[in-house]
Structure formats: structure tokens, C-alpha cells
């Protein structure tokens, strides 16, 4: 089971940071991505950190702005959001998969139920 957390309602410039912690396995075992859907759009990886934790990936909208990361210590995944947009506005799912660095959501076996962000004055 995953468990996201750490969503909210943020200011445009904003941060947050979201967790993600597993429950009945190692994370550290699998390429973990976080996606999201904002409302009428499709579902869009954001970002995912491979099993080894040498490999990153990030959608081209949010490169510079967030950062992943494993605490291999509480099992979780993070995602440290900066300079938020109002574009970043949807709700986030974290997944799990054994595919290295796999970017399209058929290829994860585990997801979370979400958490809502939204970037708005």
C-alpha cells in the first residue's frame, strides 16, 4: 500500500512537499513516480527516481522548480515542489513499479489514493 501526504492549498511562488510512504514493501526496491491529473486532463508523470537512486526523471514543466527524493529510513519517497504555478494545480498519485524509470502509468502496480495540490491566491 502506498500513502500519499502533504498536500494543500499553496500561494502562486509558493512550496509544499509531498510524501510518499509504503506500507507491506521496500520502496527502495522500485522505480516510484509521482503523476497527476488536473481536472479534464489526462493523468501525466511529473517525476520518478529509479530503484538505485541514480537515475531522475522530470516532466519538462517542473524541471528546476521540484525535486525527488528517498528516505529509504521511513520507507518514503518525496517530492519537494518549489515556485509553485497554478498549473500545478491537481491531485498527485505516487505508483510503484519494477519497470526502471518507466514513465507511462501501465507499467506501475501500486498506486496511492492521491492528494489534492492547489496553487491558487
Not at 78 to 107: H, I, R, W
Not at 113 to 118: A, E, L, P, S
Amino acid at each position: 500500500q502506498l500513502v500519499e501526504s502533504g498536500g494543500g492549498l499553496v500561494q502562486p511562488g509558493g512550496s509544499l512537499t509531498l510524501s510518499c510512504q509504503g506500507f507491506g514493501f521496500t520502496l527502495d526496491d522500485y522505480t516510484i513516480a509521482w503523476f497527476r491529473q488536473a481536472p479534464g486532463k489526462e493523468r501525466e508523470a511529473v517525476s520518478c527516481l529509479s530503484s538505485s537512486d541514480d537515475e531522475t526523471y522530470y516532466t519538462k514543466s517542473v524541471k528546476g522548480r521540484f525535486t525527488i527524493s528517498r528516505d529509504n529510513a521511513k520507507n518514503t519517497v518525496n517530492l519537494q515542489m518549489n515556485s509553485l504555478k497554478p498549473e500545478d494545480t491537481a491531485v498527485y498519485y505516487c505508483a510503484a513499479s519494477t519497470f526502471t524509470m518507466a514513465t507511462l502509468e501501465g507499467f506501475y502496480d501500486y498506486w496511492g489514493q492521491g492528494t489534492q495540490v492547489t496553487v491558487s491566491s
